[in-house]
């Protein structure tokens, strides 16, 4: 499994961006829970959000919620993760997961940065 993030950049406070991530090794995600982590810089990987296979049950982090929205394509084998209304603190670099986590299958895309910034 080969994830491909993107759709990072700089933003001001207030504003959004969608991060897309899609499968590009020829396998299916269909069966992958899917979410996005971040690392902000001098600090550890968190998690954001997480979306079950079928674009089932969502849940996100507290810091997230009511702003950031993630969702599934299974027919583009894409991730999506809407973020609106941005704060200086949603800066970081935002990686994407899939996991598979009874046959202990884990795989991260490359991760993509999203700067907000005044």
């Known amino acids: 499994v080969q994830l491909q993030a993107s759709g990072g950049g700089s933003v001001q406070p207030g504003e959004s961006l969608r991060l897309s991530c899609t499968e590009s090794?020829?396998?299916?995600?269909?069966?992958?829970?899917l979410g996005w982590f971040r690392q902000a810089p001098g600090k550890e990987r968190e998690w954001v959000t997480c979306i079950g296979i079928r674009d089932g049950v969502r849940y996100y982090s507290d810091s997230v919620k009511g702003r950031f929205t993630i969702s599934r394509d299974n027919a583009k084998n894409t991730v999506y993760l809407q973020m609106n209304s941005l704060k200086p603190e949603d800066t970081a670099v935002y990686y994407c997961?899939?996991?598979?986590?009874?046959?202990?299958?884990?795989?991260w895309g490359q991760g993509t940065l999203v700067t907000v910034s005044s």
């Open positions: 997961n899939a996991q598979r986590t009874l046959l202990g299958n884990n795989y």
């Open positions: 090794g020829g396998f299916t995600l269909d069966y992958y829970g």
